[in-house]
């Protein structure tokens, strides 16, 4: 059965973003809010709007451009350094089998990331707008590959992502005030949640503080990050070269192996695509996304192998794969009175993270509502904060959800898989709006080879290990993807509503003073 009105809708979006209709930047495929904008006129200077700024005086509410080049590069290094390279960074190494080849997928993963993030520099600058690849789905294939990578993410992998950061912050939290050899669950469940909550109201509260935080936590991390490495550098000065010396002795062979290696490793720099969920907010967006991507993107690399180098330069590979907190062991051996530092710096490192990880999964849940994918609260802002509070929350109650279990670590198999399923989308996105969208100015433009070598990666990194290692999460991760049609097509396709959504959606706008982004507000 056909829906004419539907079809009208991603005609038209297509049109706004090649720019052949005429209509104004910022206005929505559905009649409100900001949605994918044309690219008339994508040249910097020619739309105060895409420069940065509040909004005038008679302009609909909407998120205001806040987030700048250091921000943008806080919120990469951020979320991308988490609690992994200080606690456990042994997943390389135990699947590889040898130092020098897990330095070697530390770099090539990095470089890979590299990659995938230059293709969406040019996405993002293309199509200026938040929400990353639900946006390019929706511009590239329609609305249903965009509603299912909506569905994944904001009800399960973005709160678990939250959930499992949260989790380690409070672990670590509580074992530097607890005497017992193993921290109470419920305690480390209660302070999860409350940094759950924490997180989210500084969210809410303030764009400004959240980037605040954000800048101060990484800039932590990074100096925690330097004092392991300057620790390193001195015992090699001192000639301990012995396990670094062993190269490639004992390199697995197996590709099943090389492929969960990348898996470690890709989980270790994920978050490189966050800035693209943001870009509305985003000052300058096509100078500042691909320099914060240029300068974070290889200052992780960097920072990863380094400290790799000055764990060996200190600990066997054996004691390294035996340690429950590497950074901790690290700074016994090597810090003396200040080996306290370690554990704290754990705990700055994961805040940071999951305050990242919640500024940016707020707003993949407000552009999806926007563009009907979700209850049309969720693309509501605050009248005076203007931050998308009704999405943070949302994403805050499935997380606190998540927490009650406490054992959430198999999400990161569904994260994995999933994961590059999507990055493997958003490619095939870039190749195709190359042919259907040819005439779109795109102020840059990556060599085609780097979306095509990034796709078959993406292509082997979810093949590849089902085939090598069969389990169930692969299979739970296609049937909740596939579950996503049971609500696309009655909600979305068709346009049903629910019974009394207009007087929920009423009694939570007075409740969090929140407006739809067309409201224009009083002078």
């Not at 005038?56 to 390279?85: H, K, Q, Y």
């Not at 969960?260 to 907010?281: H, I, K, Q, R």
């Not at 049609?485 to 019974?499: A, G, I, N, R």
């Amino acid at each position: 059965m056909e829906n004419p009105g539907y079809e009208n809708d991603e005609n038209n979006l297509k049109e706004r973003v090649q720019g052949h209709d005429g209509v104004r930047m910022g206005e929505s495929v559905r009649g409100r809010g900001q949605s994918v904008p044309g690219s008339e006129g994508q040249t910097e200077g020619k739309y105060p709007s895409v420069e940065g700024g509040k909004p005038a005086p008679n302009d609909p509410v909407n998120l205001e451009r806040r987030v700048g080049l250091l921000s943008g590069v806080a919120l990469i290094v951020g979320t991308m350094i988490g609690s992994g390279i200080f606690v456990s960074p042994k997943g390389l190494l135990e699947r590889t089998g040898s130092v020098g080849l897990s330095l070697v997928i530390w770099a090539l993963c990095g470089g890979l990331s590299l990659l995938g993030a230059l293709c969406y520099v040019e996405l993002g600058c293309m199509i200026p707008t938040s929400g990353a690849e639900h946006t390019y789905f929706l511009v590239a294939f329609g609305h249903l590959p965009a509603f299912l990578f909506a569905w994944v993410s904001i009800i399960i992998l973005k709160p678990a992502m939250l959930a499992i950061i949260c989790l380690s912050f409070s672990k670590y939290l509580v074992e530097a005030f607890s005497t017992d050899c193993e921290p109470p669950r419920m305690a480390i469940q209660l302070l999860g949640g409350l940094t759950i909550v924490l997180i989210t109201f500084i969210n809410s509260y303030s764009v400004t503080l959240a980037t605040k935080v954000q800048n101060i936590f990484t800039a932590a991390k990074l100096v925690a990050i330097l004092i392991i490495v300057i620790g390193g550098i001195i015992k090699l000065a001192q000639g301990n070269t012995k396990y670094l010396a062993r190269g490639f002795e004992g390199s697995t062979t197996s590709i099943g192996d090389v492929a969960t290696a990348f898996y470690s490793g890709l989980w270790a720099y994920d978050g490189w695509n966050n800035l693209n969920y943001v870009t509305e907010e985003l000052k300058k967006p096509y100078t500042n996304l691909p320099r914060a991507i240029m300068i974070g993107l290889p200052l992780v690399t960097i920072c990863y192998l380094l400290v790799n180098i000055s764990y060996l330069a200190v600990m066997s590979p054996e004691e390294l794969l035996s340690s429950e907190t590497v950074a901790v062991t690290f700074g016994n051996r090597v810090l003396g009175w200040a080996a306290f530092f370690m554990p704290l710096a754990v705990c700055l490192s994961t805040f940071g993270a999951a305050n990242g990880t919640a500024f940016t999964s707020g707003r993949l849940c407000f552009v999806a509502a926007r563009e009907g994918h979700m209850v049309d609260v969720l693309s509501y802002v605050h009248i005076k904060k203007l931050t998308p509070s009704p999405a943070l929350i949302f994403n805050a109650l499935i997380a606190l959800v998540m927490v009650i279990p406490s054992d959430i670590a198999s999400l990161i198999d569904f994260f994995s898989f999933t994961a590059w399923i999507f990055y493997g989308g958003a490619m095939a996105a870039l190749l195709i709006m190359r042919r259907t969208m040819k005439d779109t100015p795109r102020p840059y433009k990556v060599p085609i080879f780097i979306p095509v070598l990034v796709l078959i990666i993406s292509i082997y990194l979810v093949i590849g290990p089902i085939i090598d290692s069969p389990k169930f999460e692969y299979l739970y991760a296609t049937l909740f993807i596939l579950a996503g049609l049971v609500f696309y097509f009655p909600f979305v396709y068709f346009k049903k509503s629910v019974p009394g959504m207009v007087y929920l959606t009423t009694f939570l706008q007075l409740l969090l003073q929140v407006v739809p982004t067309d409201i224009i507000p009083d002078a």
